[in-house]
């Protein structure tokens, strides 16, 4: 699912809402995701996951194409871990309240 197919799905089911408003709240909820991580915070959304981040050292790499030794920085990179409901749904153990009709 891309951006603008979630918020199509999230307009269609909130009818009192226009796209643009809707548009308006996703924007806004992944800015302040950004914002977060790039303060450092960490963002937990119960059920889904937690998004941090992570410090990778600087090291020594190689470049694929030609095998020469090239000088990688040190970085901060995003991480997402999963939560306990998504790992559970993905793997078939719970079927979800919308199952249960």
């Known amino acids: 699912m891309i951006r603008s197919e979630l918020i199509q799905k ?25 914002s977060a991580l790039a303060r450092g915070d960490r963002v937990e959304l119960r059920g889904f996951g937690a998004f941090s981040v992570k410090s990778r050292d600087a090291r020594v790499g190689r470049n694929p194409r030609t095998g020469e030794s090239v000088a990688v920085e040190q970085k901060r990179v995003p991480f997402f871990k999963t939560g306990k409901l998504l790992r559970d749904r993905l793997n078939g153990h719970d079927t979800g309240p919308d199952d249960d009709e």
């Open 10 to 34: 999230i307009a269609d089911e909130n009818p009192h809402l226009t796209q643009r408003h809707v548009e308006r709240i996703v924007n806004t909820v992944f800015e302040e995701i950004i």
